[in-house]
């Protein structure tokens, strides 16, 4: 850094310092802040927190796990999202419960406005617009650890904690066509020091890319030639705090309408301008969210995609072109678009545009998201290489509560694939080698059924509550749910009823076949056109076991029917799918037992024999906690693991004769 910067006189002293206010930087610099630890948050621009550059959404499938389970935890996204949104949708509520994803469409605007807010009036949060430019370390009993960072003015921070939430700023451009704009996202200044700063360091970086669709003037769009999308009748709120009640309001539309052969024709003869194709771009993007060219190209005998016309908020005209991102040049934009039916006569408002920048490669993380090689610096977000605000924000909070942990001299919160969707997000960015920008999805949860959205509350509350982010009236507000649940399947299991003419005329008055001997409650909500409240006509012990309830002081008086209503829907999903949830719980006590052994720090993988050469690369540059990981390793084979399970056991066996 230049001589003259360094002089800079400002030194200030804080416990963590955050880098970037984007989704993942604001859950990390709110759960420091609120374990009461100094936080500083830095941002090229306090109109860009909590940006959303991309699609103006929050959840969707598998990403509303992540949110919920966040607001479980005690982080904020899902709060945000209750106050904002302008739409919002239970999706694939036609399949199992597993797979149900709550998704809401944001107003932008008013979310960067409503989390901003949230972050200055937080005791022991500063908000700071200032580029870090550059890290020091220092040498502490052999490691390196942090020490502080300096910003481009030369004002140094001091801090115990460091975490990297730098999205897609690091050396970031974006590219239209042959244009090219040394940019962040939406035209925002992008970060170009700190990138060297971490290579100086030893942390090795990689390029990635994403890109957005154009935004389209709505007054320009033929909504009649379109398909309105609606939001749900009944509001779900994200956060387990909400009151259903409290946010049911007229919903905004949304539409869908669809590319066509002229507009797959008008992108074929445009290829070698898009600097994908011509071998502009270095990144490479996510697969699992590609642009309208790679759709086009990679799924040639599609003769149609589909495109979502998405608000922006209500404080613009503007409409999202979901499904339609691009870097293809203006004129070829503009043309594309326009052959789209609804989008005949469109004004564009925002080219659509592909952003390349640095972030981390795989194998120098931790499960806890510390940096193996600097202890204190902590990375969450789009920077460890996933894609997606939910991913990011998760990321964020986890990576908070470990800051504050191991400056606390705590343990780390790590949750395992059993317990959380974050979970499995953590352990994949940890142990695999993503080779493009990672997405989360309901497929790469092995217990799904068990990760329910709906039952995230009862997961996690928890966590959330040892890390000091949960307090304990929400603690046992869940305690008093989950005790109500197992209380009444055990209760329905027990309570039998009697092949009676009342009984019959019953079970058709509610849609059901009557019964030819005694059958219990559970066994009659297993019916599929039957439930916990089909029933309540037949169940005669319930106002019993409810005013047992009461007097016992479970069900809260003022909050009674929300209480009822959510407990009739874990009820109803625990008696429904009870053999498939056992099956589950039995597959992850099998998984926690690899989960459960660990490997010492610091093993040399050299001296264990039998060990193929690239599970012996892998591991070493992996470095897994325990056999589990290991055994998740991209090029670790089944055999190389029983072989480390072997070394365990005779290592177990040798300390135990000494």
């Known amino acids: 850094m230049d001589e003259k910067l360094l002089k800079n006189r400002i030194h200030e002293v804080k416990d963590v310092c955050v880098v970037g206010a984007g989704h993942a930087g604001c859950e990390a610099a709110l759960a420091c802040a609120r374990l009461g630890l100094e936080t500083v948050i830095f941002t090229v621009s306090v109109d860009s927190i909590a940006l959303m550059p991309c699609n103006p959404n929050i959840g969707g499938s598998s990403k509303g796990h992540l949110v919920r ?19 919002s949708k239970m999706l694939n509520v036609s399949k199992g419960p597993a797979v ?8 932008k605007q008013a979310y960067t406005d409503a989390m901003r807010l949230t972050l200055e009036r937080q005791e022991h949060l500063v908000v700071k617009q200032a580029e870090v430019c550059e890290i020091e370390t220092e040498l502490h009993d ?14 140094f921070y001091e801090c115990k904690a460091l975490i990297i939430c730098s999205g897609t700023y690091l050396k970031a451009r974006c590219l239209t066509g042959e244009s090219i704009d040394y940019t962040g996202p939406n035209g925002l200044k992008a970060a170009n020091h700190l990138s060297q700063s971490l290579i100086d360091n030893g942390v090795r970086l990689r390029r990635f890319k994403t890109g957005t669709p154009a935004r389209i003037a709505g007054s320009s769009i033929d909504f009649d030639e379109m398909e309105p999308q609606y939001g749900d009748e009944r509001i779900v709120p994200f956060s387990f705090d909400t009151d259903p009640d409290e946010i049911q309001k007229e919903q905004a ?24 194709y011509a071998g502009v771009i270095e990144g490479t993007g996510p697969r699992y969210c590609p642009s309208i060219e790679d759709k086009v190209v990679k799924f040639a005998e599609k ?11 209500a404080y613009t005209d503007e409409m999202y072109i979901g499904g339609m991102s691009s870097s293809l040049p203006e004129d070829v934009q503009l043309e594309m678009y326009r052959s789209v039916k609804g989008l005949r006569h469109a004004r564009i408002v925002k080219n659509a545009y592909a952003i390349e920048y640095d972030c981390l490669a795989p194998g120098q993380l931790s499960l806890s998201l510390e940096l193996k090689d600097i202890k204190g610096i902590f990375c969450a977000g789009q920077f460890n290489g996933s894609s997606g605000y939910e991913e990011a924000a998760a990321q964020g909070l ?14 780390a919160l790590i949750l395992d694939r059993s317990e959380a969707y974050i979970g499995v997000l953590i352990d994949d960015l940890v142990t695999k080698e993503n080779r493009e920008p990672y997405r989360m999805m309901t497929s790469r949860a092995e217990y799904r059924l068990l990760l329910r959205q709906d039952n995230a509350d009862l997961r996690l509350r928890k966590y959330g509550y040892e890390a000091g982010l949960v307090s304990e009236e929400k603690l046992r507000w869940t305690e008093a749910k989950e005790k109500m649940i197992a209380s009444e399947e055990q209760r329905l299991s027990e309570c039998y009823i009697g092949a009676s003419e009342r009984v019959c005329h019953i079970l058709e008055e509610i849609g059901s076949v009557p019964v030819k001997k005694n059958t219990s409650l559970f066994e009659l909500i297993c019916r599929p056109e039957l439930d916990y409240e089909k029933i309540k006509p037949l169940d005669e012990g319930r106002d019993e076991a409810y005013s047992e309830y009461r007097a016992q002081g479970i069900i809260p008086s003022d909050k009674e029917k929300r209480f009822i209503n959510e407990t009739t829907v874990q009820i109803n ?3 429904k799918y009870k053999g498939y949830i056992e099956r589950q719980r039995v597959q992850v006590e099998h998984f926690k037992k690899m989960e459960t052994r660990r490997i010492p720090e610091g ?12 599970a012996r690369q892998k591991l070493k540059e992996i470095r897994p906690e325990n056999l589990g990981q290991a055994s998740r390793i991209s090029g670790v084979s089944p055999a190389d693991v029983n072989v480390l399970l072997i070394w365990l056991e005779s290592m177990n066996r040798h300390k135990q004769g000494n």
């Open 573 to 575: 999903i625990c008696v």
């Open 69 to 87: 389970e966040l607001d479980a935890l005690g982080g904020e996204m899902g709060r945000n999202t209750d106050k904002t949104f302008i739409q």
């Open 603 to 614: 093993t040399d993988y050299d001296e264990i024999g039998s060990l193929r050469i690239e």
């Open 398 to 411: 986890i990576a908070g509560i470990n800051a504050a942990n191991e400056i606390k001299g705590r343990d």
């Open 303 to 313: 003769d149609r995609h589909q495109v979502f016309v998405e608000p922006e908020g």
């Open 100 to 107: 149900h994803s709550l998704r809401a469409q944001a107003d």
């Open 253 to 276: 539309l949304c539409y869908l309408t669809y590319t066509n052969e002229e507009t797959h024709k008008i992108i074929r003869a445009n290829l070698d301008r898009s600097p994908i």
């Open 142 to 155: 052999g490691r390196k650890c942090i020490k502080g960072i300096r910003t481009q003015t030369g004002a």
